[in-house]
Structure formats: C-alpha cells, structure tokens
C-alpha cells in the first residue's frame, strides 16, 4: 500500500527518495510507507514495531499519550531477512541537497523545535506475545 505524501505530515517510513524540492518525493517501487500520523504539537506518541524475520513481515503499532498501543492494518511484507543490525534514530533531511541529504542542502534557521524520547523497549514475541501497554 502506497501512501501518498502529505509535506505537514510525520512518516514512519521505509525509502522515500526526495528529488528537486521537499515536497516533491518519488516513491521507489520495491519501498513502502508503513504508517503515516499528522504531527500534533504537546502530544506524546507511541511507536512500535513486531519485526517476522521468517516470515519478512512488518507490524506497526501506534496510539498516542497513555493509551494502550493498537495495530495499524496487517503486517505487511519488508525484507528484513538479513537479520542485521537494529538501530533507532531520527533523521531531519536537509532542504535542496544533493546526493548524501544529511551533509548537504541547508536547514531553515530560527526554528525552535525537538524531539523526546521517552524509552525504547525491545522484546522477544516470537511465542505471539506483543506488549501493548505498560
């Protein structure tokens, strides 16, 4: 399923390639968006993800505040196969660089904003249990 792109919108995503301006992205065919959620300022969001590394399936969870995380549609198929490294990490892109967009183009000044992060919690569902509050 192809989302399309909204410029005022958050994306948990997977390959998107930006071309000649922020607003202009080209979707490359085998990468897909998993989840999409309107940025809402002061409110607390909840991420998870069930990784299937037989099975090469991807599970987004979400909700926001202190409510319990639900499901967002079925797992979909992502090549996570290779079963390497796991890292998590925000990445702000840079506006009308070219080529490595973290190193070039240029980001607007005089802009007050941030990211918390509250916790990462990792565990093992491979018996079917997915913690969906704590």
Same mark, same amino acid.
Do not use: W
């Given at each position: 399923? !192809? ?5 005022? *919108?958050? !994306?948990?995503?997977?390959? @998107?390639?930006?071309? %000649? *301006? ?9 990468? $897909?968006?998993?989840?999409?959620? /309107?940025? =809402? #300022?002061? +409110?607390?969001? &909840?991420?998870?993800? *069930? ?6 399936? =991807?599970? $987004? ?14 797992? @979909?198929? &992502? ?10 990490? +925000?990445? /702000? /892109?840079?506006?009308?660089? =070219?080529?490595?967009? *973290?190193?070039?183009?240029?980001? #607007? %000044?005089?802009? &007050? #904003? ?7 919690? #990792?565990?093992? %569902?491979?018996?079917?249990?997915? =913690?969906?509050?704590?």
């Amino acid at each position: 399923m !192809l989302l399309p792109y909204d410029p005022y *919108t958050d !994306l948990l995503f997977r390959g @998107i390639k930006p071309l %000649s *301006t922020i607003h202009v992205f080209h979707l490359l065919p085998r990468f $897909v968006i998993l989840f999409k959620a /309107k940025f =809402t #300022e002061g +409110v607390f969001r &909840n991420f998870a993800l *069930t990784l299937d590394f037989g099975k090469n399936l =991807t599970q $987004v969870y979400y909700s926001q505040g202190n409510a319990p995380l639900v499901a967002q549609g079925q797992p @979909i198929e &992502n090549d996570i196969s290779g079963q390497g490294q796991f890292h998590f990490g +925000v990445l /702000k /892109k840079s506006i009308n660089g =070219t080529g490595d967009l *973290t190193k070039s183009g240029f980001h #607007e %000044s005089g802009i &007050n #904003e941030g990211i918390v992060f509250g916790s990462i919690f #990792e565990e093992d %569902s491979v018996d079917g249990c997915v =913690t969906l509050s704590l």
